[in-house]
């Protein structure tokens, strides 16, 4: 029987639009620091750099800022010998993730189906995201806070999923064991392949159908949800 139902932000909960166009415009605002910086790497090789940066985790010594991607800004600043002007790479962040932040949208379906599952099972959120403020704002500014408890955002606990440690707090939080909870996501990894690991029922959500040769259970659309949590 399922007592609580886990859920991914972004791609599960929020709804991706152009993700090439919105990633390209987002990495713009890290390249543009970086350029008043002194710096004025091609695109393309700038992309290289930064998707490693980003992908990486900070090492305890680096991890010194408010957040996590703050931290990794700074660490790409120093990877082109350029001095560490946290008032920049800040500039840089919210730049990136105001760009990206137009590519989101909610679907119709969220809403009702978060108000449905709460009736009858606990509700969480388990994000990955390196800079929890703009989570806690995306989540206030759409009035979704109201139905989860608990939320947990990796860049407020450093640990990302597909980390075990993320899931058992989760699911400590809720009160269940892992085989009581279903947790959806978007992404095969982190979200499927955590869950699993750790005992939990997983069904992916792939609104775009990235995933066509996926063979476990799947959602096209959240509100399709409902059906298999009673399953």
Same mark, same amino acid.
């Given at each position: 029987?399922?007592?609580?139902?886990?859920?991914?932000?972004?791609?599960?909960?929020?709804?991706?639009?152009?993700?090439?166009?919105?990633?390209?415009?987002?990495?713009?605002?890290?390249?543009?620091?970086?350029?008043?910086?002194?710096?004025?790497?091609?695109?393309?090789?700038?992309?290289?750099?930064?998707?490693?940066?980003?992908?990486?985790?900070?090492?305890?010594?680096?991890?010194?800022?408010?957040?996590?991607?703050?931290?990794?800004?700074?660490?790409?600043?120093?990877?082109?010998?350029?001095?560490?002007?946290?008032?920049?790479?800040?500039?840089?962040?919210?730049?990136?993730?105001?760009?990206?932040?137009?590519? !989101?949208?909610?679907?119709? &379906?969220?809403? @009702?189906?978060? *108000?449905? =599952?709460?009736? %009858?099972?606990?509700? /969480? !959120?388990?994000?990955?995201? &390196?800079?929890? @403020?703009?989570? *806690?704002? =995306?989540?206030? %500014?759409?009035?979704? /806070?109201?139905?989860?408890?608990?939320?947990?955002?990796?860049?407020?606990?450093?640990?990302?999923?597909?980390?075990?440690?993320?899931?058992?707090?989760?699911?400590?939080?809720?009160?269940?064991?892992?085989?009581?909870?279903?947790?959806?996501?978007?992404?095969?990894?982190?979200?499927?392949?955590?869950?699993?690991?750790?005992?939990?029922?997983?069904?992916?959500?792939?609104?775009?159908?990235?995933?066509?040769?996926?063979?476990?259970?799947?959602?096209?659309?959240?509100?399709?949800?409902?059906?298999?949590?009673?399953?």
């Amino acid at each position: 029987m399922i007592k609580a139902v886990l859920f991914d932000l972004f791609g599960t909960v929020i709804a991706y639009g152009d993700i090439e166009a919105g990633t390209r415009e987002a990495w713009d605002g890290i390249l543009d620091a970086l350029r008043v910086l002194g710096a004025d790497p091609p695109y393309e090789a700038f992309a290289v750099d930064w998707q490693a940066q980003f992908i990486t985790p900070l090492r305890p010594e680096e991890d010194t800022e408010e957040t996590p991607f703050l931290g990794k800004v700074l660490r790409l600043f120093r990877s082109y010998g350029l001095p560490e002007d946290r008032d920049m790479a800040l500039q840089g962040v919210n730049a990136c993730i105001s760009a990206w932040d137009r590519h !989101l949208a909610l679907p119709d &379906d969220v809403v @009702p189906t978060l *108000r449905a =599952l709460r009736e %009858r099972h606990a509700v /969480a !959120l388990v994000s990955n995201f &390196d800079h929890p @403020p703009y989570v *806690r704002h =995306l989540l206030a %500014r759409l009035d979704l /806070a109201q139905h989860f408890d608990p939320i947990l955002i990796s860049g407020e606990l450093r640990i990302d999923k597909p980390d075990p440690r993320i899931f058992a707090r989760a699911l400590d939080a809720v009160g269940c064991a892992p085989e009581e909870a279903l947790f959806v996501g978007d992404s095969l990894d982190t979200d499927i392949g955590g869950a699993r690991a750790v005992g939990c029922r997983a069904v992916l959500i792939d609104m775009q159908g990235r995933h066509p040769d996926y063979g476990g259970e799947r959602i096209a659309a959240l509100g399709e949800l409902i059906g298999l949590v009673e399953c």
